[in-house]
């Protein structure tokens, strides 16, 4: 009986370290991002692509602007969502206040130790433009290589605007 | 030779374990911070206080009025700091603009996904009278227990205003 339990326990504990080197990697190297919805297209496809993100690159501040990014949402904290990086700090950002309906822009320098994220699709999506200049902190992955669908298979393009 | 190499792998592999055990539960659970400075006192002495703070009260959203958080700095994110959480998402605030020379009060009201923070001493502290709202996911943990000096050994009060 004793056998059985320690026998239990070793695959137990084999699982337990697989599990906890998964979640380093993906924490602190590399993760795979689902993402979707209208605020990246055409970059990212509306129902979802697979991305690659790599977790080193914000924390050696090798963020800039072009670069699309996972981010921790300033207003659901319990929520990421993808944008390209616009602005960094001291940077001049302008964007139209209203594109469906006027030519109106708005211009603001973005702020020490913050950047500003917008969608590609300006059309359709909350960013800066609504919730203001992100602190860097909050800036939690780069995307780096779309796995899904295959047709898209590639680096994501980093454009700078 | 073999079984010297075999032997360092092995001491190397027990340090890395340890020293993985120790970094999650530094990250996830509970930590020791440092805490310095002139803008928590009384609460917090300017030479340092050694403060046990556990991290999961702020991922399952326990965090509160009157709680002593450790926060990512929205301005050097490479800093965090240590003030008290004086209003929640919501909660209206009224704060002195320049406590030394006048009785002028602001007051704001918390967006949504945000907390505002102050120092203890608001005559010298750089807080979110300064810096606004912090987004909540820039809450790191919660200052739990005072560890050193012993004459201040116990729990931090929690004074709600």
Excluded at 17 to 34: E, F, M, P, Q, W
Excluded at 37 to 66: C, F, H, Q, W
Excluded at 126 to 152: I, T
Aim: glycine share 6%.
């Amino acid at each position: 009986m004793w056998s059985i339990i320690r026998e239990a326990f070793d695959k137990t504990l084999l699982v337990a370290k697989a599990y906890g080197i998964l979640h380093i990697t993906n924490s602190y190297l590399c993760t795979v991002a689902l993402a979707y919805g209208p605020s990246m297209i055409p970059t990212i496809n509306l129902t979802g692509d697979l991305i690659l993100a790599e977790r080193i690159s914000p924390r050696l501040r090798k963020v800039g602007v072009g670069d699309i990014v996972i981010v921790r949402s300033p207003v659901v904290p319990s929520r990421v969502v993808t944008k390209r990086v616009v602005g960094m700090e001291g940077d001049r950002v302008t964007y139209l206040l209203d594109p469906h309906n006027s030519d109106e822009v708005r211009s603001t320098v973005v702020p020490r130790g913050h950047v500003w994220i917008q969608g590609d699709n300006i059309y359709n999506s909350k960013d800066s433009r609504d919730f203001g200049p992100v602190p860097y902190a909050l800036v939690e992955a780069k995307l780096l290589w779309r796995v899904w669908p295959p047709k898209d298979f590639g680096p994501m393009q980093h454009i700078a605007r």
